[in-house]
């Protein structure tokens, strides 16, 4: 059974930063790309981050240069590293995998963690 489980979210003021986690089980972690996604309240879910087998990354052009994906296999586990927060990235982030070593469409998710970044 599949199963990515991310930590590290919470309450950050402005200007602060976060690192997310996602380690992931039952599936060949370092054979498999691997995606952040967020969704704020009242929009839709959007692409985060995303990051290759072979750890090509590629991020939202918003995000790109505060954000960093990251990924370490002999823990199978995905991180994301958030600086410089502002209010507007406040949103539930979720782990996410396609079933290809590149990227595709998610298959497997998180059940996700919440990042409240206070003004």
């Known amino acids: 059974q599949v199963q990515l489980v991310e930590s590290g979210g919470g309450l950050v003021q402005a200007g602060g930063s976060l690192r997310l986690s996602c380690a992931a089980s039952g599936i060949i972690f370092r054979t498999l790309a691997m995606g952040w996604y967020r969704q704020a309240p009242g929009k839709q879910r959007e692409f985060v981050a995303r990051i290759t087998s072979d750890g090509f990354t590629m991020y939202a052009l918003s995000l790109k240069g505060r954000f960093t994906i990251s990924r370490d296999n002999a823990k199978n586990t995905v991180y994301l590293q958030m600086n410089s927060l502002k209010p507007e990235d406040t949103a539930v982030y979720y782990c996410?995998?396609?079933?290809?070593?590149?990227?595709?469409?998610?298959?497997?998710w998180g059940q996700g963690t919440q990042v409240t970044v206070s003004s």
């Open positions: 996410a995998a396609p079933r290809t070593a590149d990227w595709g469409p998610p298959i497997y």
